[in-house]
């Protein structure tokens, strides 16, 4: 009874999300259309967190260190235009698509990620933005052998005010708040735009970013995003998580409660004001969800937390199936514990678990696979259209078979951080406390 109940529930749940998501246009136009904005509320810092993957290491010292070469090859390349960041837009064949010639590739794929990294922090440097603006790369690592990557890209595009800033170690558990505390002490926009290394964006965003600010009290400015292509296990099931799952949920919250009450680490951006009112990122490094927090706080100050509508692309490393589920269990207990009431609710939206077991119920006789494929085809309806309005492609195929893996294994992940609170991130454990901070597990 309760599992038909269940199930019903999340057929409406389905329902909603298409509702909410089709309500939500992702674009990447200037709502007005001039790539301008009506006020300049200040002049922009774009703060990028930066850590170096260590393969990167190896393979600057095959290449001789010669990032600039790299750098050169990305911005000569005359490869096809990337459907990341689609074409038609200035310098667009400068940083979509490109080709390394073969002397800068390494058969472990080495080369593929650094080309990766360079043309997403380069995609930064190009934006069209009518105002100032900075770009700070903060490293707590000296020797971070992505380092000279981002030097060599500053030198590549003098027009813009680009630096390295190293700061100092780590004064708590979340790294990525630490760098964003040193970074903002430094920064002298009076917005400040974070945004993780992993994205990669066309020139319009920093002008779609800001423009989110000209109504009065916007406080925080966020973005969805969408995934790139993945070529692994671990990669599709983070698209499908991600496209499929994820945004749409972000979306559906965003109706219910008529605005947001958070921020999504693809793109935080807050007034220098705000930020203050919460206690600056510093007050963030204890606590494992910094992007939810900056949000949410910001929110409980009195300011407004508004989502534009530019979509970021994410661009997915190889990813194998234990660093997928390693990192999904990770955000299912960050959910938890930031929203605990709406963690429960959630068991809603495990529509393929419920009809399983509400088909077990029935036995396993016509009725059982009667329910069973009426609520697979729904399902796979559904997500290959969520998938296809976040994404902005067609769902592979190939991937079909996924979905309901993906949902199932979902559901475990559920159960298991209900019943757990050891996190690991950035290669270290942590325990995660009642109140989301984080503590060193020894």
């Not at 495990?350 to 059982?368: K, N, Q, Y």
């Not at 979905?403 to 992940?413: G, Y």
């Amino acid at each position: 009874m309760l599992c038909g109940v269940g199930l019903l529930a999340s057929l409406a749940y389905a329902a909603f999300t298409v509702t909410a998501v089709l309500r939500f246009p992702l674009t990447r136009s200037p709502r007005r259309g001039t790539g301008k904005v009506r006020r300049t509320p200040g002049s922009v810092t774009v703060c990028k967190p930066v850590r170096g993957f260590d393969p990167l290491a190896s393979w600057s010292v095959e290449a001789g260190g010669d990032f600039s070469r790299l750098v050169g090859e990305l911005l000569a390349g005359d490869g096809p235009a990337s459907p990341l960041s689609g074409s038609g837009t200035r310098a667009a064949g400068c940083i979509a698509g490109n080709r390394l010639r073969s002397t800068s590739l390494r058969k472990d794929g080495t080369g593929e990620l650094a080309r990766d990294l360079a043309l997403n922090l380069s995609s930064f440097f190009l934006q069209d933005y009518d105002g100032p603006f900075e770009l700070l790369f903060g490293f707590q690592d000296p020797d971070d052998p992505a380092i000279p990557l981002v030097e060599a890209l500053c030198r590549a595009h003098p027009q813009v005010s680009a630096r390295v800033v190293r700061v100092p170690e780590a004064v708590g558990p979340n790294r990525k708040a630490s760098v964003l505390a040193a970074l903002s002490r430094v920064a002298e926009g009076e917005l400040l735009v974070v945004s993780d290394q992993d994205m990669r964006v066309d020139p319009s965003y920093l002008t779609a970013v800001v423009e989110a600010f000209q109504e009065d009290g916007v406080g925080v400015v966020t973005c969805p995003y969408r995934t790139a292509l993945a070529s692994d296990l671990g990669g599709a099931l983070e698209a499908l998580t991600i496209d499929v799952d994820f945004i749409p949920s972000v979306l559906v919250a965003r109706t219910l409660e008529r605005g947001l009450s958070f921020a999504l680490g693809a793109t935080m951006a807050v007034r220098r004001t705000a930020l203050e009112a919460i206690g600056g990122f510093e007050a963030l490094v204890p606590y494992l969800a910094d992007d939810y927090l900056l949000g949410n706080r910001a929110k409980l100050a009195g300011w407004r937390v508004e989502m534009s509508p530019y979509p970021l692309d994410n661009v997915l490393p190889p990813t194998s199936f234990t660093q997928y589920f390693t990192h999904q269990l990770r955000w299912a207990r960050g959910y938890r514990v930031c929203r605990p009431g709406g963690y429960v609710a959630s068991v809603i939206t495990h529509g393929t678990t419920l009809a399983l077991l509400s088909s077990l119920v029935l036995g396993t006789g016509p009725s059982f696979w009667t329910l069973l494929a009426a609520w697979l085809t729904f399902r796979l309806l559904v997500a290959r259209f969520l998938f296809r309005r976040v994404a902005g492609r067609s769902m592979p195929t190939i991937w079909l078979p996924l979905v309901p893996f993906r949902d199932v294994l979902a559901s475990v992940i559920w159960v298991l951080a209900v019943s757990g609170h050891r996190v690991e991130w950035g290669g270290r454990a942590f325990l995660l406390e009642r109140d989301g901070r984080l503590r060193e597990f020894r």
